[in-house]
């Protein structure tokens, strides 16, 4: 898919982001997320030696915070000019499970490009369709885990 100018809008929010709070090895990637209303949330990463969350997953979590359900585009940006880095794998499934159809910035800087989250992840494990439904297992999503 090509470049709109709402997307090229999104890769400057998360570069900026990247600039302004991307300043020690905690923080190296920042990511901004937009709803097809146009709201725009961002996050940093938390990096951590037993595995923090991803860029992705807190933009994520900012967005939920503040009622956004269903996000359209997301890119994520590396500190120190590194540009536009694509997804991690555990990224691309959380991504493809909570939003299907959601656009993801990828590529060099002078050839970014959008692709829908499936084309990263093909052949993908689709949580929901492996879940047993027992009345007796909790559900799923909305329990008491993190």
Known sequence: MSMRDTDRALVQAATAVAKLRCRSENHTVAAAARTSDGRVFTGVNVYHFTGGPCAELVTIGAAATQGATELETIVAVGDRGRG???????????????????????????????????????????????????????????????
């Open 84 to 146: 536009v880095i694509p997804p991690c794998g555990r990224c691309r499934q959380v991504l493809r499970d909570y939003f299907p159809s959601i656009r993801v910035i990828v590529g060099p800087m002078d050839a970014l490009r959008v692709v829908e989250v499936g084309d990263l992840l093909p052949d993908t494990y689709v949580w929901a369709d492996h879940q047993v439904d027992d009345p007796a297992v909790p559900a799923a999503r909305g329990g008491a885990e993190g």
